[in-house]
């Protein structure tokens, strides 16, 4: 029996959130949505989360995800700008929380090493080989949603390996049921291949 994975991936970002939505069914990996939640920077901070944590929770719902991939928060120069991305990522756990779906963290060299076999490969190779593993046309745009699209396809080709340990070690699958109720937003959407 294939077992099949849908895996939503997050790039997060208070401006531009990436999204990627993966399915692994055996060894096949299909990209089923991608693209990226914009917020107006003329909202205030709450509202531009909330528009975030309602397409996450819209996501989740739409195509029944197994598991939300998230990148972790990585302290570059910009303590600002991480604390933004840190609250991003929050509002995206909390909405997987929310409908009782696993969540997974991995740092940018986990996700470069699982889709391009190097921690250290540049954007561009990232964007080629995600479009190489999905069998897309050409690389995913913009590059948050290649991102995304990388952490989706990092989880979903550990995932098998996860469930077989899991089940080594005798300790049953987490499953929660998917409470109802979602906030409203009002964040634009634009899908993969948009500039």
Do not use: W
């Not at 959130?17 to 990996?29: A, I, S």
């Not at 309602?54 to 998230?70: F, M, N, R, T, Y």
């Not at 897309?136 to 550990?158: F, G, I, K, M, T």
């Amino acid at each position: 029996m294939t077992t099949v994975v849908i895996v939503l991936g997050i790039d997060p970002g208070t401006a531009n959130t990436g999204f990627g939505v993966v399915r692994r069914e055996g060894g096949r990996l299909v990209a089923l949505d991608g693209g990226v939640v914009r917020t107006d920077a003329g909202l205030a901070p709450e509202r531009r989360l909330a528009a975030i944590h309602g397409q996450v929770i819209d996501l989740l719902d739409e195509h029944g995800a197994d598991a939300l991939a998230i990148e972790d928060l990585f302290f570059g120069q910009n303590v600002r700008t991480a604390f933004a991305v840190g609250q991003a990522r929050g509002v995206a756990l909390l909405a997987a929380g929310q409908r009782g779906i696993d969540c997974f963290s991995y740092t940018p060299q986990q996700i470069k090493g699982a889709v391009c076999g190097s921690g250290r490969a540049a954007k561009d190779q990232v964007a080629r080989m995600v479009a190489a593993l999905l069998a897309l046309p050409e690389p995913p745009r913009p590059d948050h949603a290649a991102d995304a699209l990388a952490v989706a396809v990092c989880h979903a080709q550990q995932a098998p390996m996860a469930a077989a340990v899991e089940r080594a070690g005798g300790r049953a699958p987490r499953a929660a049921p998917r409470a109802g109720g979602g906030a409203p937003h009002a964040a634009p959407r634009a899908t993969v291949g948009t500039p």
